[in-house]
């Protein structure tokens, strides 16, 4: 783990070591598993190499490497592990959709695609680091953001270009494509909630009007944010997408508790997450269904099949995996979307299923440290709410497969096939970084947050 150096002979500066050689090496071993996988599964399916191995390699480890490099550029304090852990589950990701890709007769071409969505992901990721210099430029517009994020969850509304799909309107359909805009507006809330609440932070923590025991702010403060969040969570609610609203809620929750610190606040939040799941399960139609396919999926045998399907598949797998190429994921619906844990976890076993969890967990702790470290407010809540939602996405859609939550139908961050998820989470990593760069550069021990040292200044003495 990367630890501030000795300060300078003045005692000036504090400065961590860029890690940029380690993240080099840990891309390369990274990138290798997904090429691992996807040759293994080539190879007990057909006895035979990819023949389009050279090629596919060339590409998956030249855009890891021009990754790197505008890390190097950009970001040259950026922290080290997060690129190569989420080059570790895009890979792993992509070598199951082609292993299923091979399941289908014609053979599939949805890896293909998911290159093609992982190359964009990967440029978008490019550009926040190149435009984005500074992370406290997005602090100058969070009505902005919200106004933004409220059109972007309003599009699927549209006769047009809206689409519903499962029984949920989500998506929206433009020239051939689909896309999920709330991924979108996942993002754009989050950077306004933290500028509202950075800039509100005294006022909220200040008592309003006491009520239950509990101190609450008063309404002029708490009362255009609470609006903003209330109609975001409408939007989703009627579209039937509640995994989504409940990220909305826990990202609203989280960051108005790192502002405040005051307990609170997740105490209320967990009281009103109970009483809209309970209104959830008796006004509508799929939630029920959800509750009884986690608590009793046998009840009902076609409705939950792919419940079922994939527990049956995780059975098979057992602790180590059925190999890759040798179990049978595809039984499961929807094996390369919602359930692509389901498929991994039977040909690389709990054992492997629980490492890629660990993934996620170095993910989001290493996020939660750049909120520590970070000399700025904003930085901090900012860090702090997406490396929480991201948890909270994993977590749902995790426990829902493995059954230890009812199913939410969120994807499964990088290894789910779509191009929504892979683009909005691909800019998430890019703002991490950019914070992580910030936090992690040369800068006076005592400095204020506006006092940070600019990225040229005392590197070239203090650098190694």
Partial sequence: MSVPQQPSATGEYIVFRRR???????????CSFGIGGWVISHLN????????????????????????LVVRWR??????????????????????????????????????????????????????????????????????????????????LLPVIGRATGGARIWIRVAGFSFQPAEVAKIMLAVGFAAYFYEKKDVLALAGKRFLGIDFPRARDLGPIAAMWLIALGIMVFQNDLGTAMLFFGMFTVMIYIATQRPAWPILAGVAFLAAGALAARFTHHVPRRINAWLDPFSNYDA???????????????????????????????????????????????????????????????????????????GKLLAGGLSFTFALQVFAIIGGITRLLPLTGLTTPFMSRGGSSMIANWMIVGVLLVISHRARMPQRATATPHELVAPGDATAVLAR
């Fill in 75 to 156: 970001a040259p304090y950026a922290d080290p592990v997060i690129l190569p852990a989420v080059m570790l589950l895009n890979g792993l990701g992509l070598a199951m959709i082609a292993r299923l890709d091979q399941a289908t007769d014609p053979v599939g071409q949805d890896a293909t695609r998911q290159l093609i969505w992982t190359a964009l992901g990967l440029l978008l990721f490019i550009a926040v680091l190149v435009f984005l210099r500074d992370h406290r430029r997005l602090q100058r517009f969070p009505y902005l953001m919200f106004l933004g994020a409220l059109v972007m969850l309003l599009l699927p």
């Fill in 304 to 378: 939950n099949y792919q419940v079922i399907s994939a527990q049956f598949g995780f059975a098979w797998g057992g602790l180590f995996g059925r190999g890759w190429g040798q179990g049978r994921p595809a039984l499961t619906p929807l094996p390369k979307d919602d359930f692509i844990a389901a498929s991994l976890g039977e040909e690389m076993g709990l054992v492997g299923l629980m490492g890629i969890v660990l993934v996620y967990a170095f993910i989001v702790s290493r996020g939660m440290k750049t909120a520590l470290i970070c000399p700025d407010g904003y």
């Fill in 45 to 68: 399916l057909h006895g035979a190499l990819p023949p389009n191995l050279t090629t596919g390699a060339a590409i998956w480890y030249g855009m890891a490497l021009v990754a790197h």
């Fill in 20 to 30: 940029r050689g380690v993240e080099l090496v840990l891309l390369l071993i990274s």
